[in-house]
């Protein structure tokens, strides 16, 4: 099961500071994706870290603004966002790709699990 967690309401240009946590499965063992959905939108893909941490994928939108990382000694994922802006708000979930892939997949059906996500809001 994942769980994201650390959202909340910023200011513009602030930053945040999510957490994704597995419990019953070691992350190590699973790509990490985090994704995003405003109301009305579809889910988006914002990026995604390979198993080891070696390789990081980023939407065009957030990159240079927002940084994934993992700890898999702690089981978990990050998901620095500096620089917000308004069009960042959004609910943000995490999800795990289990498969056998090791190149890093922007669609939601490449990633099987997903966690609760964690409200993100930036005040203009």
């Known amino acids: 099961q994942l769980q994201a967690s650390g959202g909340g309401l910023v200011q513009t240009g602030g930053s945040l500071r999510l957490s994704c946590a597995a419990s019953?499965?070691?992350?190590?063992?699973?790509?990490v994706g985090w994704f995003r959905q405003a109301p009305g939108e579809a889910r988006e893909f914002v990026g995604a870290i390979t198993r080891s941490g070696d390789s990081v994928s980023y939407a065009h939108s957030v990159k240079g603004r927002f940084t994934i990382s993992r700890d898999n000694a702690n089981n978990a994922a990050y998901l620095q966002m500096d620089s917000l802006k308004p069009e960042d708000t959004a609910i943000y979930y995490c999800?795990?790709?289990?498969?056998?892939?090791?190149?890093?997949?922007?669609?939601?059906?490449?990633?099987?699990?997903w966690g609760q996500g964690t409200q993100v809001t930036v005040s203009s």
């Open positions: 999800a795990a790709d289990g498969s056998a892939r090791t190149v890093l997949r922007n669609r939601r059906r490449d990633y099987a699990d």
């Open positions: 019953g499965r070691s992350l190590s063992h699973y790509i």
